[in-house]
């Protein structure tokens, strides 16, 4: 992970958030490089449940203030999520 320690610090207090199961919470992780590799998750009562490419294309490509669906940056593709345990 490339961040500096101010950038960990905020992962970490929304990740506590997530965990917690008191709020709707999702998780994207983007490799870096060519092509970029984007995997998401959403969390349900606090369990990261992962995403498949459809649903991480979904949630990654559609704003809710947009009038349409966002354009994918290019070079991105989007794949099944692994199962991880927090």
Known sequence: ???SGSDLYVFCDLLSIAVSGAHPS???LR???QPQTVR???FTDGDP???NRAE???AYTIHPDADG???PLPGTEY???PVIHI
């Open 1 to 3: 992970m490339a961040a």
């Open 69 to 71: 669906p966002l354009i």
């Open 31 to 33: 490799t870096m490089g």
């Open 79 to 81: 794949a099944d999520a």
């Open 49 to 51: 449940m992962p995403l």
């Open 26 to 28: 999702g998780l994207v």
């Open 40 to 42: 998401g998750w959403r």
């Open 56 to 58: 991480a294309f979904t």
